[in-house]
């Protein structure tokens, strides 16, 4: 197993327009994280899965975001209508389900919306 | 409301000296700590962990020290090396209400003169 992969590393799109993102994580992870991170800040909770089960959403996240697993393998994140402060660094993360077990993070997939 | 604060943005050392990293948290209910390191164009990497019912956990150079009374952590890095140069992050969880979801510091920024 190679790691935690994103696709794409960078995607830069027009105000208005929708986005996917996927993260396939390490195959023996069942707990799947999704985060954000803007310049200077730390990585910010959006979403986790528990294998195919999304169980916890930031109420930060608004409407226009959604989060799959299926099947409880890859995942992605699809943001609608993008606007210019949905631009960020998105991070998946694995994890083992142990407490205090750290994550696994991808390389992040770098979003523009201009 | 920021949970888990790292009030030094930056911290610069020479080689071979201790660089001591510092963080506070407020939510009395995190039960794990966890400290990542983060190169650019990169993911965080987790580093090391520490549970609440411990106040010390050591790995190689690193060691976590942690003060629940004052709810207070530090990462310390003996000795430092130009390659410890990095984004430093502290996160900490709450296994028994949050399901292992992580919440972050802001980072410091450790530089390590040769």
């Known amino acids: 197993d190679t790691g935690v992969s994103q696709d794409p590393r960078h995607k830069i799109t027009k105000r208005g327009q929708n986005v996917t993102f996927r993260c396939d994580p390490i195959s023996e992870h069942n707990r799947l994280y999704w985060y954000r991170q803007t310049l200077g800040q730390g990585p910010e909770f959006l979403t986790y899965?528990?294998?195919?089960?999304?169980?916890?959403k930031s109420r930060l996240l608004s409407d226009r975001f959604s989060a799959e697993r299926p099947k409880g393998s890859f995942s992605t994140l699809e943001i609608q209508r993008t606007e210019q402060g949905d631009s960020a660094m998105y991070l998946c993360?694995?994890?083992?389900?142990?407490?205090?077990?750290?994550?696994?993070f991808g390389s992040g997939t770098r979003l523009t919306v201009v | 409301d920021q949970q888990v604060k790292q009030n030094s943005p930056s911290l610069s050392v020479q080689e071979g000296r201790i660089s001591i990293l510092n963080c506070d948290y407020t939510n009395s209910m995190f039960d794990y700590f966890l400290w990542y390191k983060k190169y650019p164009a990169e993911g965080p990497t987790f580093l090391i962990s520490?549970?609440?019912?411990?106040d010390k956990n050591e790995d190689g150079r690193f060691t976590v020290f942690l003060n629940k009374s004052a709810k207070h952590l530090s990462l310390h890095i003996v000795p430092s090396q130009p390659g410890d140069s990095a984004v430093y992050f502290c996160?900490?969880?709450?296994?028994?209400?949050?399901?292992?979801?992580?919440?972050f510091g802001d980072g410091t920024t450790l530089t390590v003169k040769p």
């Open positions: 993360a694995s994890s083992f389900e142990l407490p205090g077990y750290g994550y696994t």
């Open positions: 520490i549970s609440s019912i411990k």
């Open positions: 899965f528990q294998n195919e089960a999304q169980l916890e």
């Open positions: 996160a900490a969880s709450a296994a028994n209400t949050n399901a292992g979801k992580s919440t």
